[in-house]
């Protein structure tokens, strides 16, 4: 882009603004690609490409929010294993305080093993029923019963 700019302020012009013509190439040392990638921005692109730049953003979008999820979780992790270590430090052990943390730990815990089991159940549930509708669609269209 310096060497277009360069180039340009070089290149004579007469009294009317019109430039002269010095013989020559002006084009050395220019970075055509910024040019080629504005037209193809001017230029609408296709549903078809559209589609799959909005999948792509959407997969980037997930994957970031994955990506924060799994730090998210790592920076939990830590800040109870470093609680954990503080607890059961010989200091704080038989303390009414690690006492009343290791309790609301291990109700955390529970808590979080039912919430587990629960969704799991719900997930089975519903898959067992889309298996019996598909079933049920199946045999409708056939047209053959029992």
């Not at 020559?24 to 799959?52: L, R």
């Not at 470093?82 to 815990?109: H, P």
């Not at 587990?116 to 045999?139: D, F, H, M, P, Y």
Request: charged share 30%.
């Amino acid at each position: 882009a310096l060497a277009k700019k360069k180039s340009i302020e070089a290149t004579p012009v007469n009294d009317v603004d019109e430039v002269i013509d010095v013989g020559g190439d002006v084009d050395e040392g220019i970075d055509v690609g910024n040019d080629v990638e504005e037209e193809v921005e001017a230029h609408p692109i296709g549903e078809t490409k559209a589609m799959e730049f909005n999948n792509a953003a959407q997969g980037q979008i997930e994957v970031g929010e994955k990506i924060a999820q799994a730090l998210e979780s790592i920076a939990e992790t830590h800040e109870i294993s470093l609680e954990f270590k503080i607890m059961s430090s010989r200091s704080m052990q038989g303390s009414a305080i690690a006492l009343e943390w290791t309790q609301l730990m291990a109700e955390q815990i529970l808590l979080n093993r039912k919430k587990k089991l629960n969704e799991r159940k719900r997930a089975a549930e519903v898959e067992e029923t889309r298996i019996t509708k598909k079933k049920g669609q199946s045999e409708s269209a056939s047209g053959f019963c029992c």
